[in-house]
């Protein structure tokens, strides 16, 4: 069973930058596709970006679209997200998640993998 751990997040003023990181020691990745979504207060949760498991394939949501990059290092067994420009609507706790493939609609791999989401990070933005 994998389980997925995701860290990086913190407290950045507007403007700011984060590069969150989503590593399992049980299980290699390189076969999957890694989901990076989010959940704040009140709100349903959202896909945010997508990664095929070669690395060769990315897609993001529209609110994020611009602003992150993801990314993998398949020999370090880790996936990247790099949150640059980020807005207080940003704020939530992101969590990863693997798959066999990642649509361009993040809505179908999030209820695909939704109940598998570990612990998350908590990225907060604010002044």
């Known amino acids: 069973q994998l389980q997925l751990v995701e860290s990086g997040g913190g407290l950045v003023q507007p403007g700011g930058s984060l590069r969150l990181s989503c590593v399992d020691s049980g299980f290699t990745l390189d076969h999957y596709a890694i989901g990076w979504f989010r959940r704040a207060p009140g709100k349903e949760p959202e896909g945010v970006s997508c990664?095929?498991?070669?690395?060769?394939?990315?897609n993001y949501g529209d609110s994020v679209k611009g602003r992150f990059t993801i990314s993998r290092d398949n020999a370090k067994n880790t996936v990247y997200l790099q949150m640059n420009s980020l807005k207080p609507e940003d704020t939530a706790i992101y969590y990863c998640?693997?798959?066999?493939?990642?649509?361009?609609?993040?809505?179908?791999?999030?209820?695909?993998?939704?109940?598998?989401w570990g612990q998350g990070t908590q990225v907060t933005v604010s002044s």
């Open positions: 990664i095929s498991s070669s690395g060769e394939s990315t």
């Open positions: 998640a693997a798959d066999t493939f990642c649509e361009d609609d993040l809505r179908y791999m999030l209820v695909r993998t939704s109940d598998s």
